[in-house]
Structure formats: C-alpha cells, structure tokens
C-alpha cells in the first residue's frame, strides 16, 4: 500500500515518536510511506534521515482547514496514496476531508483517553471521514465508545511497539552519559521523561523527591523534557530544598542513550482524561529498568506489578516516595525488577508486531475498495 503518516503538531513528544517509528516499520514490511508535518519539524529531520520521503504541510488554524485539505489531497492524488493515518486532532479532520470522495481511507491514530469531539465538524469526522480508529490502550477504546458513540466495529486497540538497543550498547551509553553528567556508579539516577504541562503531575513527582531526599543523599532525579511549566518546577525546586537533587535536562534528541543512565524510571502523570499508553514508558520497558507510576490511563497495561514495576495513586507523593525507596534500597529487587521490564517488552511492545497489527487495521479497511 502506499501510506501517508500525518501530523501536525508543533513539539517533538511520543505522538511524533509514534509516526517516526511507525513508518520506518511499514516500510520494511514492503510499503510506500511518506510522513507529513511542519515545514521544519524535527519528525521531517528524523524521517529524511531514516529515508522516509517527506510531505511538508504548512498545517495552520481551523479557518485554514480547507486550504489544508485541499493541499493535502492533491499530495494524496500525486503519490497514488491508499491509506492516509492521522495522528494528531488538526490533521484528523485535514485527513478526514482530503480523503472524502477518493478511494483513500482515512485512519485515524487516537494517542490520548479523552473525547475526539468538540464540536459538529469533528462528529461529522468521526461518523463520515473515518473509515477506521486505532488506540494505543483499551483505555483510549473505551473514551470513543462511551463518549463520541464510535461503533465498536471500527475500533481497534494497537499497542505501541518500539526499538531496543544491545545490552553492550545501552551500557556504553550509559557510562557516556553518566560520565558526562558527573555522575558516579554508586548515586541511584531516578529518570523522568515528560513534556512538562500540567497533566504530567511533575509537582508531585517533586514532592516525592522531597521526602526520598531527606533520607538519602545520593539519589539523583533526572527530568528530561521542556514545557510551560518549566520555571515554575525550578522554583518548586528551590524551595522544597532539593538542591542537587534534581537536574532538568531540558529536551533531548537523544534519549535512547539517556535512558540506560538511569536505575529507575519514574512516571508521575494525573488521571486527567490524557495520559493513555506513553512511549516514555515502553523506553524504560527497552532499556530493563524498574518502572514506578501513577495508575492512569492505560499504564496499568506496562506494568506488571511487583514483578517489573510498582503502581501507586496519582497525586500522592508519599505513595510513590514509598515505591521508590523500596528499590532504591535494593539493588538485586532493581535489578530484578528491571530483566522483567525487557522480557515485558519483547513480549509484547516490539515494533515489527505493531507495524504488522497496523497493517491488519489498513488491510481490512481497504477491503472494501478493492
């Protein structure tokens, strides 16, 4: 088939990992791909530099949504494309419109468990344009059934697969990465990866910080990412006294050797209609790392708890201050903990049998066409 991959954000998180992954994936099961995005986006950089051909879309505001469609479907038309896979709210209904009245179809990737209709167009989108869904987590599934009225049928739940590197290979990344930071083999590094905004729950993660650093100086909460709330979280900081403690990395490009440099991964999410099944995790699942996370969305799925990781309630600093000094005390429990979160991983979360469940969905949609 030849497929377009569209998105069309502005940031560079797990969405836009998902496409990358996604497409470099289809292609080596024998499809044409192309990804669409941004004039400038990172995703394009990363697609062109994995060979994936690229379709730069200035992807604007709904007054916009018609001169972007039409630009879409005249892509759509030059490159013979069959399927056309949505990922992202604004190019959902772009897609949705380029793909009416040809005999591409419209699939549309649900990335979060919150409700995809605000207003007529997207339920018109959702009824019409949308020949089929595809959610990370049971938990997105349901959000579609009960709230936006999706039938069943044309619903399927794909977890999201990703790419492990060697063990020689994350431990060299690791001695770089802790080398470079200053960080020595006996601090335990709890990692955080997340946008910082509000549903990511990074003020209570910070609580928690509090209460593990009062017993043991040398624990070291790395936060990777960049967001709104990001000289607010400094401040927060500053004032529960953490110090050295916590660093923020900022955004990094180069987090599949980020991860091996930590002992433990820390999620800290909020049970706001969000979070669904986070690529932030399954990285940690692919580095075997121990895994702590708030009970949100579909997480409860990557976890298998007290064997790879530990589940606590969102906004409850203590509980999840609790989990992590249980592995940061026990070094064999951490590794344990951690050879279970890769045989999770291979398991079920590689990306070839995502790209292949993906290309079941496209399969049956084009049924109908053929």
């Known amino acids: ?7 069309a954000t502005d940031i560079f998180a797990g969405g836009e990992d998902y496409v990358l992954i996604l497409g470099r994936y289809l292609a080596l099961r024998g499809h044409k791909v192309w990804v669409s995005a941004r004039p400038g986006h990172l995703l394009l950089r990363k697609c062109a530099e994995a060979s994936l051909p690229v379709v730069p879309v200035e992807y604007g505001d709904m007054a916009r949504v018609f ?6 479907r005249r892509a759509m038309r030059d490159r013979s494309i069959t399927i056309v896979h949505s990922n992202a709210n604004y190019d959902r209904t772009c897609a949705a419109i380029a793909a009416a009245f040809t005999r591409a179809r419209h699939v549309a990737g649900i990335h979060s468990a919150h409700s995809i209709r605000h207003n007529i167009t997207h339920a018109l989108r959702n009824r019409y344009g949308t020949s089929h869904f595809i959610t990370d987590a049971d938990a997105g599934r349901d959000v579609l059934l009960r709230e936006d009225a999706i039938p069943p049928g044309k619903v399927t739940t794909v977890p999201i697969g990703i790419e492990s590197d060697p063990f020689d290979v994350r431990a060299a990344s690791r001695a770089r990465i802790r080398g470079a930071m200053g960080i020595d083999e006996g601090t335990v590094v709890v990692g955080n990866v997340a946008r910082l905004v509000p549903f990511k729950g990074h003020r209570f993660l910070l609580e928690a ?18 967001g709104e709330l990001e000289g607010e979280l400094k401040a927060r900081t500053r004032a529960l006294g953490l110090g050295e403690s916590v660093r923020f990395l900022g955004f990094r490009d180069d987090l599949r050797d980020v991860y091996p440099a930590f002992d433990i991964y820390c999620h800290s999410s909020l049970e706001l209609a969000s979070e669904m099944f986070p690529i932030a995790i399954l990285r940690a699942l692919a580095s075997a790392l121990p895994v702590v996370s708030t009970r949100v969305g579909g997480i409860a799925a990557m976890i298998d708890e007290g064997v790879s990781g530990t589940l606590t309630p969102a906004e409850d600093p203590p509980a999840l201050a609790a989990a992590l000094i249980g592995l940061i005390n026990d070094g064999p429990k951490r590794s344990a903990f951690g050879r279970a979160s890769f045989g999770l991983f291979e398991r079920k979360y590689q990306a070839m049998a995502m790209a292949g469940n993906v290309e079941r969905v496209y399969n049956h949609v084009m049924e ?3």
């Open 1 to 7: 088939m030849n497929v377009l991959l569209t998105n």
């Open 67 to 72: 001169e972007i469609s039409r630009v879409l």
């Open 209 to 226: 910080a509090a209460l593990v650093a009062r017993g043991d100086r040398s624990v070291l909460f790395l936060v990777a990412g960049d």
């Open 368 to 370: 109908g066409v053929r």
